[in-house]
C-alpha cells in the first residue's frame, strides 16, 4: 500500500489543521493506521492510530484534548484534526499503516510509511 499524507503548513498557535492521509494499493479498510510526528533534533513519537473500523483510536496525552483521528474507508483516508496548536506541536506527521486490522503505538508495528508533511505552529 501507498500512504500520502498531505495538509501541513504554517499556523498561527490557537489554530487549527486537518492532515490527510490517502492510500491506494491494497484494501486500506483492512489496515490500521497511525500518525507518528518528529520535530527536529527529537526521536519520532506517536501521536494517534486508529483501528480498521475506527472503533479503537489512540490519541497519546498530549493531544488528546486537541487532535482527533478518523478515517473514510470510502475513500481510503485517514484524518488527523488538530485544533488549538501550540508551538511545540511542530514537527513533521508520518502515516503509517499496519497488516492488521488493530491499532498500534509503537512505530516498529507498522509496514508502510508516508513521506511524511510539515506543520508549523508559530506567530
Known amino acids: 500500500v501507498q500512504l500520502q499524507a498531505s495538509g501541513g503548513g504554517l499556523v498561527q498557535p490557537g489554530g487549527s489543521l486537518r492532515l490527510s492521509c490517502a492510500a491506494s494499493?491494497?484494501?486500506?479498510?483492512?489496515?490500521?493506521v497511525g500518525w507518528f510526528r518528529q520535530a527536529p533534533g527529537k526521536d519520532r513519537e506517536f501521536v494517534a492510530a486508529?483501528?480498521?473500523?475506527?472503533?479503537?483510536?489512540y490519541l497519546t496525552d498530549s493531544v488528546k484534548d486537541r487532535f482527533t483521528i478518523s478515517r473514510d474507508n470510502f475513500k481510503n483516508t485517514v484524518y488527523l484534526q488538530m485544533n488549538s496548536l501550540k508551538p511545540e506541536d511542530t514537527a513533521v506527521y508520518y502515516c503509517?499503516?499496519?497488516?492488521?486490522?488493530?491499532?498500534?503505538?509503537?512505530?516498529?508495528?507498522?509496514?508502510?510509511w508516508g513521506q511524511g508533511t510539515q506543520v508549523t505552529v508559530s506567530s
Open positions: 494499493g491494497r484494501t486500506f479498510s483492512s489496515y490500521a
Open positions: 486508529v483501528s480498521w473500523s475506527a472503533r479503537t483510536k
Open positions: 503509517a499503516a499496519r497488516m492488521t486490522v488493530v491499532a498500534a503505538k509503537f512505530a516498529s508495528d507498522y509496514d508502510y
